[in-house]
């Protein structure tokens, strides 16, 4: 832990750490284009100089490629580091376009936010600016060359971090390009994190390109939805348009960096043609309506079928706030199942693989980071959860073992294909981690015996030595579903339906397959998404999206997080159809504004089936979720 003195500020930092580092964490900025936490230093853009004044090394020096030590007196205002900074920044102004007034990456460049607190503004030199031809490199990543300063951060990343061959850097000297050896679309499924790793503007989402600046966005802190592991990101919007997601920095979770999957998925949020007004037989109506219809049905029902004729399902994309309700509306609604899953092997899978997790350790992405030993069992990492595979490729190259129980999938790493867990060397591992899945049955069973045969005992938190289990689940709110279907004695629909008793449904952001909607007479859906259940329902209520309201979700392994409003509902003002902007009518709401969350439009159905009026969702052993901080890196829930 060496001590050293920044500025007249006294420092002490962890042992490996730089100078940069130190001076970070004591709040002194120090300009730097091509050091990044994630990926280490470079030393390439020089524009992070110090002046050291006193201890081991003297002079000007690269803060980014120097270890703190013992001793040392840093200044970052010293006239002679002042100048370096400066004299770098006009060096690679001397290419760089001057045109942040008109430039896409205006307001949110790292190079115009240096530029302008080293003091640059006049161009002194005269001559011609390096100009290079851009490449097409796919319909989501705009490239933008001129804009490069050679910091090596895309490449550092594409390659390294995440295991691309198709992107890399060429040339030399004067005339360094980075892009594609010729035109075509990025292969890695993390491409989009150039974005946001190119500290100017060579690399821009094409969707958001010239949408807004940056003090225009509607923003807030936000989890994304497309798979189980609970990735942080900012949404950005817009006029009721979602423009653009870029990754949040979650530590435990993921990190610095999100997949392309969660990164270009604006396109269903967008979607004109999502149920934006409430529906009764094919007809529009208001949200009244709508819930008056809905509860004069379940009445019908009842007296036509008897009471428990009526299924509640949810989901496990249903966000915990709505999910938490589904019982109570199973109480109000007399129904005669309370589901939260639809298919029952879908189900008894999830549910066998939260049980796992119940009795054990969860890993987090970070333990899978830092793990010596992983098993991949019964799983694709890179199409059910890809940031799980990028995790596991970090483990890699610090030298853990990746073994594959089985074959047919690839994998960002190295890896040993071995027959069975039991020819994995776990026993010498020091830090473990076990991946396994829920789209087939194996993957849950084979970990479920393999505990049970090493370890018979093993209870609640007690596995052996540290192995940790990740399960892929299928939803952003699995784990939530499974949790209250295991507390609640929910079923499956299939084997609700199996008896024939349940003529009515109400499913709540569920999709519900064909086949298990013959024989029900009724079916109402709360949802936001154009589904085939949407399409098949005689009642429709439209329900935000997850960026238009505040929820929580609990990912993988069992970690509530909370997700901000971004934007309101409403149907976008740019886009396909009629334009929408200026207004030519005069309404309180935007067009398609009314969605309200889901467990709004629940807590509504309850009240008017004579329940108690709601106006907290989290409640009884949630309420502790209440105050959950967006921004924090989540809590645990309890039973882990
Ligand atoms: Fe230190 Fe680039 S940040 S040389």
Redo the contacts with the bound molecule.
Sequence with gaps: MPKLIIDDIAVEVADGSTV?EAAQSVDIP??????HPALG?????????VKMLEGPVKGIQ????LPAQEGMVVSTTDPEAVAMRRNVIEWLMINHPHDCPVCDEGGECQLQDFTIAGGHGIRRYTGKKRTHVNQYIGPDIEHEMNRCIQ?YRCVRFYQEYAGGCDFGVMGSAGRVYYGRFQDGRLESPFSGNLVDICPTGVFTDKRARFRARYWDYDMAPSICPHCSLGCNITPVARYRELLKIVARRNDPVNGWFICDRGRFANDEVNERQRPRSPEVDGRETTYDEALEALLLRVGEAEELYGPGSMAIVGSSRLALEAAALLPQLAQSSAAGALCYFTLQAEGDRTLAAYELLSAGKSASLNDVRESDCIVILDCDPLQDAPMMALALRQAWRSGAGVYLVGGGIELPCEFTRVATLDAVPLAEAKRSVIIYGTKGYNGVTTVASWLTGIAPNFTKGGLPGNLKLACLFPGPNSFAAALLSREHGAVSLEEALADGGIKGIIAVEADIPEQLLEGVRFVAVLDWRKTATVQAAQIVIPTTAWVEMDGTYINNEGRSQRFKKVMNPGVPVKGEGPPLHPPHIHRSVAPGGEARPAWQVVAGIIEGLGGERITEPLSGQWEYLRELDAESRGVMINDL
């Design positions: 940069l120090i300009p730097h284009f091509c050091w230093k470079a030393g390439a853009c020089r524009v992070c100089a690269m803060s980014c490629m910091c």
